[in-house]
């Protein structure tokens, strides 16, 4: 199985960036999925064809961080949350839509459609402050183990708002 993750990045990254998976880019998660390693072609090449048109279509989308919260066990992992958004929830609804079409398997299922909680875990002492506006400007597609070696992530590809 390939491990990817599709989200939108609130710091600036670059096309190809590879960074250890402890030190992540401050970002909001839009879905994590597996897929199966494809035999006609680069699955994520497949998806990244499939999602173009919804994600240029959300691109530029202002959205404001809410209060913080804590997710994982007891609430231990602090987070932002993202005010709701009708384009950001349609984007998520659509990637969901996407990588079934090609075969994908979403990892956390209870988290996703209707139970999706956009947020901005906090990092390093990095994170947004409720009332923040965050321009939704960089999506990625993301391999949680490039080459099967699941210490690092890898961006394979990111759409950017045209400047």
């Known amino acids: 199985m390939r491990n990817l993750i599709l989200v939108v990045f609130v710091e600036a990254v670059a096309d190809g960036l590879v960074f250890p998976r402890t030190d992540w880019p401050l970002h909001i998660t839009l879905l994590r999925f597996d897929v199966e390693p494809s035999k006609d072609g680069d699955v994520a090449e497949r998806l990244g064809e499939l999602v173009t048109t919804p994600v240029r279509g959300a691109l530029g989308t202002l959205l404001t961080i809410g209060p913080d919260d804590g997710f994982g066990h007891q609430g231990s992992i602090p987070v932002s949350l993202v005010e709701r958004h009708p384009i950001l929830q349609g984007l998520h609804e659509e990637l969901f839509d996407a990588v079934a079409q090609v075969g994908g398997k979403v990892a ?4 996703v459609l209707d139970h999706y909680r956009p947020h901005i875990s906090h990092h390093d002492g990095k994170r947004p402050k409720p009332g923040d506006a965050i ?4 999506i990625a597609l993301v391999d949680m183990a490039p080459g099967g070696n699941h210490t690092i992530r890898r961006i394979l590809k990111v759409w950017r708002t045209e400047t």
Do not use: E, W
């Not at 956390?108 to 988290?111: A, G, R």
């Not at 321009?135 to 960089?138: E, I, S, Y």
């Open 108 to 111: 956390t299922p209870h988290y």
């Open 135 to 138: 321009v939704l400007d960089q």
